[in-house]
């Protein structure tokens, strides 16, 4: 096997490590594969120096190469006796290989390395701890580059300890002195011990495991099961509201029919007496003609003899007589649909409200008033945007409707028209707060865009598309987003408590007393942050207060 090994290395190419081929020898003496050195060269030709890549010795011009007969002959014999180079990378250590601690020149890979001897050998010079029966007893390990840290840095020696006290690997001398009185073991009875937990921990993580797998197998089924039950909604919700759209086209269609039928049957009897008109007056006419003649004729006894029968007339229906219906039960038709429409339009948004609620996944409600403290925010009032007849008190907490106008300075966030104003905070998470009221208010929250200027529609709390608003009075509460007002019933209470949960598109207006009573709530979608805000009318007032 030795000789084997010294042939491979000494007909192999030190450029690609495989055995020559076409070999050429330069004149340095070494000996390389033909396209190997002129590839080797090839990199060269621009520096004009060309060298050995083992001596490094240097040829000016660069050398003809002319193939060596006589060892293309040798490796090809010895090719024939079943010689064949090591892979290099089996054969010799790469920058990232543990090397042979024996081998001279260029070193073997490593395939072993003993924690005793603290030296890597290749499977040369391994045979030793193989054969010897001294040696065979070493440990030896995969190959390894941190050997030195198996020797005691304070004695030199290897470290076959284990001190528990310390938590760290000794040598036999460390208990005598620096690790004297400590709890120490060998370090194969620590392994050992070790081992055992490792094993428990193993057991540990691969029973976590198949539950951990058990329970991904229960999620997907969950999966699956929200899946079907999602598909099964949507198709009967789709099978609903069809029913729905084929009904209101029904009662479309109906209403469409019965005024139809009622417009044939009014127009027929009002053509009839029309014609009957019609009639009457040709006959009117044709009778007059016939008098004018008879007042111009000269004949007086003609005239006496056909007058009585020519100025005999039918009785003819009066004009009091034709009865003109009005047309109002056509609009009270029209009206009767417009109500059915606002009926369905409410009903349509708070079952919307419901379905939104029942599938969004909003933070819980606190179960008590005090979980809402825990999301309670300080609000104070911005003078920039009051209008200029509002008077903030209690450190901008506080807003009252005044005679007088107050000394602002113009600015182009303030409200112009409407007693309103808006919070210097900006609230995009989950916010509460609480406003206590007099008279009649509107408690209200808003975009930052809304329009502030004018008596328009685009201007007022409730009345946009901007803002959503409790309207707060002493017989009740109505609530209102983009001038649609939903009348609402609920204990009255001069305290309202605000929850606003923006993410999830959740807005409740609270009624606060001893207890707390939801009075509205709003499922939609936030496309920006919101600003809390008031509107307060003549004698009223209002104040955010701290909750309490």
């Known amino acids: 096997m030795e000789h084997n090994q010294l042939d491979a290395e000494t007909f192999s190419c030190s450029i690609c490590l495989d055995l020559l081929k076409d070999p050429v020898t330069i004149p340095c003496g070494h000996s390389y594969c ?141 208990p005598v002195d620096e690790h004297k009185g400590h709890d120490t073991v060998s370090a194969a009875a620590e392994r050992t011990e070790r081992q055992r937990e490792l094993q428990e921990r193993r057991g540990k993580i691969q029973q976590r495991v198949q539950d951990r797998e058990k ?3 229960l999620l997907q089924q969950e999966v699956e099961a929200i899946n079907r039950s999602a598909e099964k909604t949507v198709e009967d919700s789709e099978k609903i509201f069809t029913e729905l759209i084929r009904l209101i086209q029904k009662r479309s269609s109906d209403v469409k029919q019965q005024i139809r039928s009622q417009q044939e049957a009014e127009v027929s009897g009002v053509k009839e007496l029309q014609e009957k008109l019609e009639q009457e007056i040709s006959e009117l006419k044709r009778k007059d003609a016939e008098l004018e003649q008879l007042s111009h004729t000269e004949d007086h006894n003609r005239f006496l003899h056909s007058y009585p029968s020519l100025s005999d007339l039918r009785e003819s229906t009066p004009s009091a007589a034709i009865h003109i219906r009005p047309l109002r039960r056509w609009e009270d038709v029209t009206a009767a649909v417009s109500e059915l429409r606002d009926i369905l339009q409410d009903v349509l948004r708070d079952t919307w ?75 995009t998470g989950r916010c509460y707060w609480e406003v206590e009221w007099r008279e009649w208010v509107y408690i209200a929250v808003a975009y930052k865009d809304i329009s502030r200027t004018g008596r328009g529609n685009e201007c007022r709390f409730g009345y946009n598309d901007k803002s959503w608003a409790l309207y707060c009075f002493q017989g009740g509460y109505k609530f209102g987003h983009n001038n649609i007002w939903t009348s609402i019933s609920g204990p009255g209470s001069s305290r309202v408590g605000v929850d606003l949960d923006h993410r999830a598109g959740v807005l ?33 007032s209002a104040e955010f207060c701290k909750a309490r």
């Not at 042979?100 to 890979?109: A, H, S």
């Not at 580059?145 to 020797?151: A, D, G, M, V, Y």
């Not at 606060?512 to 008031?534: I, K, M, W, Y």
């Open 34 to 174: 033909m396209n190997c050195i002129k590839s080797h060269w090839d990199e060269e030709d621009q520096r004009g120096i060309h060298s050995c890549p083992q001596c490094r010795k240097t040829f000016i011009p660069r050398p003809d190469l002319q193939k060596n007969v006589m060892l293309a002959a040798l490796v090809e014999q010895l090719k024939k006796t079943g010689l064949q180079a090591a892979p290099a990378d089996h054969c010799y250590a790469g920058a990232e290989d543990v090397a042979c601690d024996v081998c001279t020149g260029r070193k073997l890979k490593a395939i072993k390395s003993c924690l005793v001897c603290l030296a890597s050998y290749c499977e040369k010079h391994l045979h030793l701890h193989q054969y010897l029966a001294p040696l065979r007893k070493h440990k030896l390990v995969e190959p390894s580059k941190n050997l030195q840290e198996n020797i005691c840095s304070r004695h030199d020696e290897v470290m076959k300890m284990f001190c528990r006290t310390d938590q760290k690997s000794i040598c036999y001398l460390c």
């Open 215 to 217: 329970d991904v197998k």
């Open 353 to 427: 409200t419901k379905i939104s609620l029942t599938l969004t996944e909003a933070e819980p409600e606190p179960e008590s008033r005090a979980g809402f403290l825990g999301y309670s925010c300080q609000i104070t009032l911005d003078p920039n945007t009051a209008h200029r007849h509002l008077l903030l008190s209690e450190g901008n907490r506080k807003v009252t409707l005044m005679d007088q106008p107050q000394s602002y300075s113009s600015h182009p966030d303030r409200f112009t028209d409407y007693s309103q104003v808006l919070s210097r905070e900006s609230l």
């Open 508 to 540: 409740s207006f609270y009624s606060v007393s001893e207890t707390r009573t939801l009075l509205h709530r709003v499922q939609t979608t936030f496309t920006q942050p919101l600003h809390a805000g008031v509107l307060v009318g003549i004698g009223s």
